[in-house]
């Protein structure tokens, strides 16, 4: 059983930037591909970025494209999410997930990720 601790949200003004963190513990974390989700009140969780096993591939929302990026460091466990410019609509609750997905594979719908952490609330003031 993987368990992944999401750290780094909080509250910064339009055009700042906030860097989260998601440690992962329990398993083997190179066999695991990860992503980023959010959800915003009244809405669906919907997808972020995206980074393959390795780290070699990444995927990002259109919404986010050129202003976050994604990384990982498999000899830390850990996997993160750079924000860049960011807005007030970037303002949810971001979660980290995992998935056991072959090797240079990535997952843009929440169904197809097997563990998931708790959320950190990241707000982006006008």
């Known amino acids: 059983q993987v368990q992944l601790v999401e750290s780094g949200g909080g509250l910064v003004q339009a055009g700042g930037s906030l860097s989260l963190s998601c440690a992962a513990s329990g398993g083997t974390f190179s066999n695991y591909g990860m992503g980023w989700f959010r959800q915003a009140p009244g809405n669906e969780r919907e997808f972020v970025a995206a980074?393959?096993?390795?780290?070699?591939?990444?995927y990002y929302a259109d919404s986010v494209k050129g202003r976050f990026t994604i990384s990982r460091d498999n000899a830390k466990n850990t996997v993160y999410l750079q924000m860049n410019s960011l807005k007030p609509e970037d303002t949810a609750v971001y979660y980290c997930?995992?998935?056991?997905?072959?090797?240079?594979?990535?997952?843009?719908?929440?169904?197809?990720?097997?563990?998931w952490g708790q959320g950190t609330q990241v707000t982006v003031s006008s």
């Open positions: 997930a995992g998935g056991l997905f072959s090797y240079f594979i990535l997952h843009t719908a929440p169904s197809r990720y097997d563990y």
């Open positions: 980074i393959s096993r390795s780290g070699d591939r990444t």
